[in-house]
């Protein structure tokens, strides 16, 4: 691992292992960067400057969206900063600026860590880490939260890669989502009721089919496991020769698939939007109890 300058976005890590090239900022714990064969699979962004969509990040201690930025728990009533007025949400938790800092490191690895506590709307303290390995055909992360106060605490969590096969549209990008339901949402994208079924609509994608002029903005539901455990969305490109995996073990229940110019948002979650109001997926970790969750992605096809 080569530790890089630090830039106004925070000190980077520079992992290597083959063909592949990962880097780690330490501004919201994510990965900015990773390339196989000098190809850039991310939607990134240079190391000077803020990004906006979040790309890479982990998303800690919730993903997704919270109505009006205020949720009910064990009696007591939060209110939290509303970070999209668009939609009136507070969205995807609480550390994708913060500092996080790297405490271990190899040429292949490294683990970031960062302390949450006291924060407004949020009065718990946790211990989150997130970590990340090159393995020999992609990418695994690792997040950990541990609840480090004396009562319980709501939690939810998340990744937010934007992949990207280089081309200026994904209309010719094929797509695989093993999901038997979707939350329907309402023109905030925020939970109307419980997942519904998939089938016979435009937003089953079990088997793998062309994009086209399709826009996604969807939360996936009833992941099916494939062999191995765990599921796994794939995108393949205009071509079929090369393909990106986005793989989750069954800590994560949900996947938000998000399509942008170029790029498709695949995420992992362990709950649904809203989840600190509608309960759906929503952990709650005692004092001294830990979550684990893997998720990871793939490529092929890259020469």
Not at 105 to 132: I, K, M, N
């Amino acid at each position: 691992m080569t530790a890089l300058t630090d830039p106004p976005t925070g000190a980077e890590h520079a992992l290597q292992r083959g063909r592949q090239r990962l880097v780690v900022s330490e501004t919201g714990g994510g990965a900015r960067s990773w390339t196989v064969g000098g190809v850039e699979l991310l939607a990134s962004f240079p190391p000077g400057t803020r990004d906006n969509d979040f790309a890479g990040k982990p998303l800690m201690p919730w993903p997704n969206r919270l109505r009006d930025g205020r949720y009910a728990f064990e009696g007591s009533e939060h209110r939290l900063e509303v970070s999209e007025p668009e939609t009136g949400s507070a969205l995807h938790g609480l550390t994708l600026y913060s500092r996080w800092q790297g405490v271990r490191s190899s040429a292949h690895g490294v683990t970031l860590v960062h302390e949450l506590r006291g924060r407004q709307g949020y009065p718990f303290a946790l211990q989150l880490a997130v970590a990340y390995e090159l393995e020999s055909d992609g990418i695994a992360v690792t997040l950990r939260a541990t609840n480090a106060g004396s009562g319980r605490a709501p939690f939810g969590t998340g990744v937010h890669p934007y992949l990207t096969f280089g081309t200026e549209s994904v209309d010719d990008v094929a797509l695989e989502v093993p999901a038997r339901t979707q939350v329907p949402v309402d023109e905030h994208k925020l939970p109307t009721g419980p997942p519904v079924g998939v089938e016979g609509t435009s937003l089953d994608f079990r088997r793998r089919r062309r994009l086209g002029d399709q826009s996604l903005d969807t939360c996936f539901a009833d992941l099916e496991p494939g062999p191995g455990g765990g599921a796994s969305v794939t995108l393949t490109a205009p071509g079929g020769t090369r393909r990106i995996v986005v793989w989750m073990d069954d800590a994560f229940r949900f996947v938000q698939v998000y399509t942008a110019r170029g790029a498709i948002a695949v995420e992992p979650m362990t709950c649904a939007p809203d989840a600190f109001n509608t309960g759906d997926g929503l952990l709650v970790l005692e004092p001294g109890a830990s979550f684990t969750g893997r998720c990871g992605m793939s490529a092929s096809g890259y020469p």
